[in-house]
C-alpha cells in the first residue's frame, strides 16, 4: 500500500491541477484513494450512473464515449477522445446528485485512483483553487458535448473550450437592445394615444423595433461562434461570423514556445484576458478568455507533458537500440499497422462535385487543389448562356419561326457561332483547371497558367511555413463551403484562392508540416543515437573483448649483467 500511495502521490504531483494542493493535502489524497484496474474493454462509468467518484488515471488509457443515438445501441459510439496517464475523469462528481455524462471505457488494462468526493470536499473548501479549475474543465466537457468539432481527430480529447467573456455578449448587445426598447416604446405609446396621423410613425417604430430585435439576435450568434480550444494534441482559436466569415487557427501543443498573458485594468477587474501562445509559425492567442489565469497554466501543463512524451519516447527508443546493437535483445519486429476505422465523410452535393472535378487529390502523396467549381460555374455562365441562345435560334429556325437567314447561309454561320462559343467553353474550363495549389512533402507550389499563354509557378518549402490561416467570406462562401488559404512565409504570402473545404486544407498543410518537422526531428536523433551507438558499441568490445599485450622485450644478457650491445 505504500508504494502504490507513493506511485499516487507521484502522478498527483504531476497532474494539473491535483499538484496545486499542499503537500499535506496531496498526502491525504495518495493515502485515501483507492487503487481500482478496469480489464480491456470494460467500462469505468456508464452515461447516466450516478456521478460519485472522481478518477485519476494511473496508466492505459481510457476512451470517452456517447451512443450516436440512444434510441438505437445498434447504432455504435462516438469517439469523443483517449485520455492517458496523469488525465482526471469523471469530473461531473464534482456536483452533487449529479450523472456521468459520458462512458469512459478501458482501451487496455487501466489502473485508476478513485476518490470519493465525501473526501474531497473539505479539502476543496481550505483550497479552492483547484476546484475552480476542475470546475472550468467540467464546464468545458458539457459545452463540447453540445458542440461539432467535425475537424477534431477521434481520438482527440478536448479539455478545455470557452467563449469570449459573458461581457462582451452584453457589449454587444446594448446598442440594439436599446433601438428595440426605444422602438417598442415609441410604438406602444402611439397605440396607446390613438391619435390621428401615427399610421406612418408605427410602421417606422415598428420597423426600428424589428430591426432592433434582428440585430440583438444576430450579435448574440456572432458571440457564441467564437471558441478557444485545447485539445491533447492542439490549441485551437476558432471564429465565425453568421453567413460572412468562418475561420481557424490552430498549432500542435509541441509547437508552442512559451505562453503569457495580456490583461488591462477592466479586464482584471471583470475577469477575462487574452492568452497569448509563441509558436514556431507565429502567435495564437485565446481572446478575452475569462479565468485567463487557469487557462495559461493548463496550455502550459499540456505542452509541458506533450514534450515530455516526445523526449521519453526518444529515449525509450535510443535504450531499445542499444540493447538490439549489443545483442541484448532480438531484432526489432516490424510494427504492426493500426487498424483504425477512420470516420467515413457524409456524402454531400458539395462533396460529390469536388471529386468529380477533382478539386482536392492525392496522388503518390502529392496532394493537389483547385478552385471551387462555384467558381468554375461563374466563369462559365456567360458562355453557357450564348449556347443556349444558339440553341434557342436553332430550334426556332427548325421549327421555321426564323426566317431571317436561308438555311444555305444560317446553318454554317450557326457552325461558326458553336465552334466559337465551344472553344470560349473549353477556355473557361483550362483557365479554371490549370490553376493549381500543390502540396508534397517538401514543398508547396502555386500553378498559375493561362490557356495557350503565360505559366507563373511559386515554390516554397514547408519548413519555411510560420503560420496557416483560412477564411471564408460571404454568404456564397459558406454556403458552398469556400474559401481562401493564407499562407505566411517570411515577408511573402501565399493564398490557396477559393479552394473546396479550407478548413481541411489548412489542416492538410499542419499535417504536412508537423510531419516534415517530425522527420527532420527523427533524422536528427536517429544520427545521433547512431554516434552513441558507435561509442558505445566501441567500447562494448573494448571491455568484453580486451587485447593480449605482449610482455615487453628483454634484451639478451653478457654475464656481468649488464645487457649485451649490439
Do not use: C
Not at 545483442?327 to 465523410?345: G, S
Amino acid at each position: 500500500m505504500e508504494d502504490a500511495g507513493a506511485r499516487i502521490l507521484a502522478l498527483i504531483n504531476k497532474t494539473y491541477p491535483l499538484k496545486m494542493f499542499t503537500d499535506l493535502q496531496k498526502e491525504a489524497i495518495a493515502a485515501h484513494a483507492e487503487v481500482v484496474t478496469v480489464a480491456d474493454g470494460e467500462t469505468v462509468y456508464r452515461e447516466g450512473a450516478e456521478a460519485a467518484y472522481l478518477y485519476i488515471i494511473l496508466s492505459g488509457q481510457v476512451r470517452l464515449t456517447l451512443p450516436v443515438d440512444e434510441d438505437d445501441p445498434e447504432a455504435g459510439e462516438q469517439t469523443l477522445g483517449d485520455l492517458e496517464p496523469a488525465d482526471v475523469v469523471g469530473l461531473e462528481a464534482l456536483e452533487e446528485e449529479s450523472e456521468y455524462l459520458t462512458n469512459a471505457v478501458a482501451l487496455e488494462t487501466v489502473r485508476l485512483a478513485r476518490l470519493n468526493m465525501e473526501f474531497l470536499d473539505p479539502l476543496f473548501e481550505e483550497n479552492a483553487i483547484p476546484y475552480t479549475v476542475l470546475m472550468l474543465l467540467l464546464s468545458s466537457l458539457k459545452l463540447f458535448l453540445k458542440l461539432d468539432f467535425s475537424w477534431r481527430n477521434p481520438d482527440e480529447a478536448v479539455l478545455f473550450v470557452a467563449r469570449r467573456h459573458w461581457m462582451f455578449a452584453v457589449v454587444r448587445l446594448l446598442a440594439p437592445l436599446f433601438l428595440f426598447v426605444a422602438g417598442l416604446g415609441a410604438l406602444l405609446l402611439m397605440i396607446v394615444l390613438n391619435q390621428p396621423g401615427t399610421t406612418l410613425p408605427g410602421f417606422a417604430a415598428g420597423g426600428v423595433t424589428v430591426i432592433g430585435a434582428l440585430w440583438a439576435i444576430w450579435n448574440f450568434i456572432d458571440w457564441t461562434n467564437d471558441y478557444s480550444i485545447l485539445t491533447n494534441q492542439r490549441a485551437v482559436f476558432q471564429e465565425r461570423v453568421v453567413a460572412l466569415y468562418d475561420s481557424r487557427q490552430e498549432t500542435p501543443l509541441d509547437a508552442i514556445l512559451q505562453t503569457s498573458v495580456d490583461t488591462s485594468q477592466v479586464g482584471r477587474i471583470v475577469g477575462y484576458g487574452d492568452v497569448v501562445m509563441k509558436t514556431y509559425t507565429g502567435t495564437l492567442v485565446y481572446s478575452r478568455v475569462p479565468q485567463w489565469e487557469a487557462v495559461r497554466l493548463l496550455v502550459d501543463d499540456r505542452r509541458t507533458r506533450a514534450r515530455e512524451a516526445s523526449i521519453q519516447a526518444d529515449k525509450q527508443t535510443l535504450q531499445n537500440q542499444v540493447r538490439q546493437r549489443l545483442r541484448l535483445l532480438p531484432p526489432a519486429a516490424p510494427a504492426a499497422a493500426k487498424n483504425a476505422k477512420a470516420e467515413e465523410p457524409r456524402l454531400t452535393l458539395g462533396l460529390v462535385l469536388a471529386n468529380l472535378l477533382q478539386m482536392r487529390s492525392d496522388k503518390a502523396g502529392v496532394l493537389t487543389y483547385r478552385t471551387h467549381w462555384f467558381v468554375l460555374m461563374k466563369g462559365m455562365f456567360l458562355p453557357l448562356l450564348a449556347l443556349t441562345g444558339l440553341v434557342v435560334l436553332s430550334v426556332l429556325r427548325w421549327l421555321g419561326v426564323l426566317t431571317l437567314l436561308s438555311s444555305a447561309a444560317f446553318w454554317p454561320v450557326m457552325m461558326i457561332f458553336y465552334a466559337l462559343n465551344g472553344f470560349w467553353l473549353w477556355y473557361r474550363y483550362e483557365d479554371w483547371a490549370n490553376d493549381k495549389y500543390i502540396v508534397s512533402d517538401e514543398q508547396i507550389v502555386d500553378v498559375y497558367k493561362k490557356p495557350l499563354g503565360q505559366e507563373e509557378k511559386r515554390v516554397a518549402p514547408l519548413k519555411s511555413i510560420q503560420s496557416v490561416e483560412f477564411e471564408r467570406l460571404g454568404i456564397t462562401g459558406l454556403i458552398f463551403n469556400f474559401g481562401t488559404v493564407y499562407i505566411r512565409i517570411g515577408d511573402t504570402r501565399f493564398t490557396f484562392d477559393n479552394v473546396f473545404n479550407p478548413s481541411e486544407v489548412q489542416r492538410d498543410l499542419f499535417h504536412r508540416i508537423a510531419s516534415q518537422a517530425n522527420r527532420e526531428r527523427r533524422r536528427e536523433a536517429d544520427s545521433e543515437r547512431q554516434r552513441i551507438l558507435e561509442v558505445l558499441e566501441a567500447y562494448h568490445e573494448v571491455v568484453t573483448k580486451p587485447v593480449a599485450v605482449p610482455p615487453p622485450a628483454v634484451a639478451p644478457s653478457t654475464g656481468n649483467g649488464l645487457p649485451k650491445s649490439g
